[in-house]
């Protein structure tokens, strides 16, 4: 048991290590546009520019929280047993509202975005900042980039989230969830947008809004995840 525990921890930490160098990477290459755009377009103050231009990057200077690992957080909390396999009864059965919202864009952009500039609520898709938070489980108050929000849905990404004030017991049944396949390509965060929804889960171009939290949201996240992870445009480590 130790040994395969161990070998499922050393596969976890190679994963993390390819997406934050895939993530750095991405990052760096985007640096170097907008310096040798500045550059190019306002020779003039082609220092000054440059530098403005790399605090422009994106993720590193947005300041978020680490993320922490959901692979050991499936064996502290007991989940219900899955019911069913099929989408669209696991919705139904836990009164939750499917959606395949049209895709809205998928520009990068340096601005900060707001809720107001998507059209769904919380984002499936649209232009985002050029740098995304890394696969985990995010505290309150460490997502505070929407653009960076939106960025992992279109590197097929599943997003889990809840309304702020939502009980502890609850945000730890979803840690759990996440712990049920190791946190594999998800995230879990409190929403930043105001949704109505009590728990939501997005993709690129889908969504599962569950106006209350009880035992069957649990089948309507799990055939959610399997019917839509690694399902993005972008595919990304």
Known sequence: MASRQEEKERRRQERVAREEEARKAAARRKRLQYVFGALLGVAVVGGVVAVVALG?????????????????????????????GDLNAAAKAAGCALANPPIEGSTHETKEFKPSDYKTNPPTSGNHNPDWYQDGIYNPGDTPRLGMLVHPLEHGRIEVQYKPGTPQDTVSKLEAFLGESDGYHELLFQNTTGMKAAVAATAWGHSLNCPAMNDQVFDALRTFRTAYIDKGPEAVP
């Open 56 to 84: 422009l990057g994106g993720g590193d200077s947005g300041g978020p929280g680490k993320p922490k690992s959901a692979s050991d957080a499936a064996a502290s909390v007991k989940l219900p047993e899955q019911k069913t």
